[in-house]
């Protein structure tokens, strides 16, 4: 029976060394992707940061954000399919994506028995379809060292949109660059805004915003002038929302970091600052400017007064559908407003479910910890995409929608200050 018995033993190790290949090929597999879901995050990251609305590279119908934004989901659905256990952070992403269809299929029903177009439809749901890349995020974002080396991508996406900026302005200003010539070949992008005096507005500035508090959270010996480039850039695009959104979240920053001086110093200059966008005009161009700005607010205070008019029952639960115009128009810059009109109330929640996750997840750093100033930085950055979408659609959008998401998984990342083990994968 000993025999046997060792016989059978050994048909049992030999058996699972047959099997021991299979699995390691797999677990290998998964090793693979998850590295391969990093790099391709950071690539992914680095375009959202300074591609403003994606369009800035002329591919015709498929934008490179769109190719990204294709291969993610493959990507992340082929890691997925390998997971032998959902849990922690992907489980929340998949989670995420899935309120995201549910919240939303009343607007595409409505949609369907409504006049609006196919096109309409399309130029709602595309931008806000970045829900569906949560679980993308959350893989890429299991690491420390990848949330690490998105605030880098961040500070330096920022530094280098300000430098091209500055020096085109310099560029401009001593007549190397004529400006009608910059005007014809931006003018037909959707990207750029041009002020007048030689200023202009792109879409992906809102991370000077968040590059700059994200560089005042950084200990690089650069800190200063990386800041002031920054700032100067932020300053000379005129966008006095932009600007007040990011001197709020600079100032609840430096005051949960407990930054007394810096924050006197940050407070002052602000006020320089406000004093240039709210009274000073550029003399080139400044009538030009205070028309855009009169123009800008009529229009806001029109969207406003139709939405009250018009709010019955049925917006407030199901909202009006997709591609549902408001006040004439299919969009506008209130976020907050088309929203409601088109997904309704719960809708609404849903969109505050990245700010709450953020606050639950930033509760868990200790401010002791190391990890505190990063995460403080990601909370008030996030604060910043919602306050600005109070006056420009930004957090329905992929440009700050992305970094919502991935504010979410960075801070409950920092929190846990573990990394899920890898043995999910079989």
Avoid at 206 to 234: D, E, Q, T, W
Avoid at 286 to 291: D, F, M, P, T, Y
Avoid at 335 to 356: E, H, N, Q, T
Avoid at 413 to 420: I, K
Wanted: aromatic letters at 14%; hydrophobic letters at 55%; charged letters at 15%.
């Amino acid at each position: 029976m000993g025999e046997l018995a060792n016989q059978y033993d050994a048909s049992l190790a030999h058996f699972a060394l047959r099997r021991s290949p299979k699995r390691g090929s797999r677990r290998q597999i998964g090793e693979f992707l998850a590295k391969t879901i990093s790099v391709l995050f950071l690539i992914t990251a680095a375009e959202l940061f300074v591609g403003g609305g994606g369009r800035l590279l002329d591919t015709g119908a498929i934008s490179p954000r769109m190719m990204l934004f294709a291969i993610a989901l493959v990507a992340s659905a082929a890691y997925i399919v390998l997971a032998d256990r959902i849990a922690g952070g992907l489980a929340l992403g998949l989670v995420l994506s899935a309120l995201f269809v549910i919240v939303h299929f009343p607007a595409f029903v409505l949609a369907s028995v409504s006049s609006v177009t196919d096109e309409d439809v399309f130029l709602d749901l595309s931008p806000i379809s970045y829900w569906l890349a949560a679980p993308f995020i959350a893989i890429a974002l299991m690491k420390h060292d990848t949330v690490a080396k998105v605030a880098t991508v961040v500070r330096w996406s920022a530094v280098a949109m300000a430098c091209a900026y500055l020096l085109t302005l310099f560029a401009v200003f001593v007549g190397a660059l004529n400006y009608d010539t910059l005007y014809t070949s931006l003018n037909e992008s959707t990207e750029f805004f041009f002020r007048g005096g030689g200023f202009l507005f792109f879409k992906g500035f809102l991370y000077l915003g968040i590059g700059a508090i994200f560089i005042l959270a950084s200990n690089s010996r650069f800190k200063g002038i990386m800041l002031a480039i920054v700032l100067a850039a932020l300053i000379m695009s005129l966008t006095r929302g932009l600007v007040l959104a990011t001197a709020l979240s600079a100032v609840m920053f430096l005051f949960a970091m407990r930054k007394w001086k810096l924050l006197i110093i940050l407070g002052s200059f602000l006020v320089v600052a406000s004093g240039f966008l709210f009274v000073y005009a550029p003399d080139d161009g400044g009538a030009e400017l205070l028309e855009q700005r009169e123009s800008s607010n009529a229009v806001r205070t029109d969207d406003i007064k139709y939405f009250n008019e018009n709010l019955d029952v049925q917006t407030l639960i199901t909202g009006r559908g997709f591609g549902a115009a408001l006040n004439g128009r299919t969009n506008v810059e209130i976020s907050y407003l088309m929203i409601v009109w088109k997904y309704g109330l719960a809708a609404m929640v849903f969109w505050f479910a990245p700010v709450l996750l953020g606050l639950y997840y930033y509760s868990k750093v200790r401010r002791k910890d190391k990890n505190f100033p990063l995460a403080t930085a990601f909370m008030f950055s996030t604060f910043l995409v919602y306050i600005q979408t109070a006056t420009n659609p930004y957090l329905n959008n992929p440009i700050g929608l992305s970094f919502v998401l991935i504010a979410v998984f960075a801070l409950r990342t920092l929190a846990l200050n573990t990394l899920p083990p890898i043995k999910r994968l079989n």
